[in-house]
């Protein structure tokens, strides 16, 4: 069995306990990434001297006896829309193509402080604006689990990689979806965070008051571990929780007993495939029949979520967009006539198709006249949708629903309708808005092979019960092992 | 509402985008439809409900007014596409 089978838990002991070197697990990791990557496309760069300088450092640090930390010389892979200081950071878009930026995130600069090792950086829809990893500039990304399909998105690239065991973890970003939704479609456990427990310092920004930082690996132990190295409070994030950060370790029990899990009914109606909600049921009679009691819901405006999310985000994506000029970095057009000229050409030439598409909604639902009807609106429903959150919690401890209406689609199935390409996020918005935590985790297969999705939300700092409920369903769910053919 | 071909180039102007004519005419096609479908929005009943800007309740974080460390201006400047001396330069404005 390969090292990189054997999660993040499992490598990190190893190395703390001098078994195996950092520099073994790195190496590993890079001829691994460096041989799948042409059938994947997962990663867009690879960081191989900086990996191995990063585990020479911790191989040094187990010899002198000092503690490595929690993600010893676990090599992980990075979203690319975070900054790595002196590594090309792209944001899957032309016009970041050769952006090197001066500095890191903070989340990559805790999982290094943690001895976690950066083989590379993972391929997303430009700007994180995508479910499909379809568009990307740097081309597709492929399912490992059947490379006809697509991996999700917008963190496409993080899950092919974890799924194809080319690293055991890897960090993604999740503004309405991006993180769970792959998660899902790669047969991951993935982690959007309340907003404001990780840091965004040094994220490339999408939608301000959306974006989240979150792990996303193969159990939920792996999650949770990640999850701890990147939490808490960064004095350059001023969004992020003064809120202590439990230990979520202690969360990793294999029964649900005394909670109550609900059930909303719009996120069971018609439209979800058979196999999914079969997979689905049996994760919840699972949570049951380990201690749940299952609490019947209505949260009547989800079916709203994707027309709030669709004007929210791009307005914000609109205005954080506006710092692509062409002047301080990225991309700038050759032969402009002037300062005007120059601008439109740079911002024209560089952006794709889908961030074209948002900054023109976006411009347009906040310009004079539409500001009301188009953006004020979406708040105000938006404030309506988080309150029946809120009421709900009140109620349950967790709310159980299917992360998507099927398994991975085809490639290119979607591509050429938006409408059809937002439709699919239905079940992840509205988590999303309300600014709670809320998981993807593994709950079984269609019959052609394909992973599905069971999400798990709790109410605002409750990461512990979507983990608790999470654990209890891998642990108790009995799912063979499985990995995807050629990988 | 129909977003038409002209108001699509008005908005790609206040957005700085230089768009194709092929792209004008999809993004209008497009935008329409997008907004058909939000306009479902009208539906729901806001009357007195305060938009909700953010996601959680959390009152900002100042920190103090103290100076730090930040970087260089010639980190700042190291991915300037064309630059003389610690300025940004720019083709001319007129």
């Given at each position: 069995m390969s090292l990189l089978d054997q999660g993040i838990f499992e490598i990190a002991k190893k190395v703390r306990s001098g078994e195996v070197s950092a520099k073994t697990v790195a190496t590993e990791a890079l001829a691994r990434a460096k041989n799948k990557n042409k059938e994947?496309?997962?990663?867009?760069?690879?960081t191989d001297d900086q990996a191995l300088e990063q585990a020479e450092k911790v191989d040094r640090m187990v010899s002198q006896k000092r503690d490595p930390g929690l993600l010893a010389g676990v090599p992980v892979g990075i979203k690319d829309i975070l900054l790595t200081k002196g590594v090309r950071t792209t944001a899957g878009s032309k016009i970041l193509e050769n952006f090197v930026p001066p500095y890191s995130s903070t989340v990559v600069e805790k999982l290094e402080a943690a001895g976690?090792?950066?083989i590379g950086k993972t391929n997303l829809d430009e700007f994180a604006?995508?479910?499909?990893?379809?568009?990307s500039a740097f081309g597709p990304v492929k399912n490992p689990?059947?490379?006809?399909?697509v991996p999700g998105g917008s963190s496409g690239g993080s899950a092919a990689a974890v799924a194809a065991r080319l690293v055991p973890g890897a960090i993604g970003t999740d503004t309405g979806g991006s993180i769970r939704e792959p998660a899902a479609f790669c047969g991951l456990t993935g982690i959007k965070p309340t907003?404001?427990?990780?840091?965004?310092?040094?994220v490339v920004a999408f939608a301000s008051s959306l974006d989240q930082v979150g792990p996303m690996t193969h159990s939920v132990q792996d999650a949770a571990l990640m999850l701890q190295a990147i939490s808490g409070k960064d004095p350059?994030?001023?969004?992020?929780?003064?809120q202590a950060v439990p230990?979520?370790?202690?969360?990793?029990?294999k029964n649900v007993k005394g909670f109550k899990v609900g059930l909303p009914k719009e996120y069971f109606?018609?439209?979800?495939e058979p196999e999914v909600r079969a997979a689905v049921d049996n994760a919840i009679a699972v949570l049951k029949s380990q201690g749940a009691e299952i609490v019947p819901l209505s949260l009547p405006l989800t079916s709203h979520g994707i027309a709030v999310y669709y004007l929210i985000a791009p307005c914000e994506a609109s205005s954080n967009l506006a710092?692509?000029?062409?002047?301080?970095?990225g991309h700038r057009s050759k032969d402009s006539k002037d300062l005007m000229d120059l601008y439109c050409r740079s911002r024209g030439e560089g952006f794709g198709a889908e961030p074209k598409r948002r900054i023109m909604l976006g411009t347009f639902a906040l310009s004079s006249g539409y500001y009301d009807a188009y953006y004020k609106k979406a708040c105000q429903v938006r404030r309506l949708l988080r309150d029946d959150f809120v009421k709900a919690f009140k109620q349950v401890d967790v709310i159980a629903a299917p992360?998507?209406?099927?398994p991975a689609f085809k490639?290119?199935?979607?591509?050429?309708d938006p409408l059809a390409m937002y439709l699919n996020d239905i079940f992840t918005l509205p988590p999303s808005l309300a600014g709670i935590p809320a998981l993807s985790v593994n709950c079984g297969f269609t019959k052609s092979g394909l992973p599905i999705g069971f999400q798990l939300m709790a109410k605002h700092w409750d990461e512990e019960k979507i983990i608790q409920a999470a654990f209890t369903v891998e642990q108790n769910l009995g799912l063979a092992p499985r990995r995807p053919h050629g990988f | 509402m129909a977003v038409s071909e002209e108001t699509i180039r008005k908005i790609a102007h206040l957005a700085r985008l230089e768009l194709t004519e092929k792209e004008v005419q999809t993004y209008s096609k497009q935008l329409t439809g997008i907004l058909d479908y939000v306009s479902?929005?009208?539906?729901?009943?806001?009357?007195?409900v305060e938009p909700l800007?953010?996601?959680?309740d959390m009152a900002v974080n100042f920190r103090e007014d103290k100076v730090e460390p930040s970087l260089s201006p010639d980190d700042l400047l190291s991915n300037a596409p064309d630059r003389s001396g610690n300025l940004f330069k720019v083709p001319p404005v007129l």
């Open positions: 994947l496309n997962a990663f867009i760069t690879l976690a090792i950066t604006m995508g479910a499909s990893n379809e568009n689990w059947d490379t006809s399909r907003y404001g427990r990780v840091s965004r310092y040094g350059k994030d001023s969004t992020t929780a003064v230990d979520f370790s202690k969360a990793l029990v109606a018609d439209g979800i710092r692509y000029d062409g002047v301080k970095y992360v998507a209406t099927g490639l290119g199935e979607k591509a050429d | 479902q929005l009208s539906k729901v009943d806001t009357t007195g800007v953010t996601a959680t």
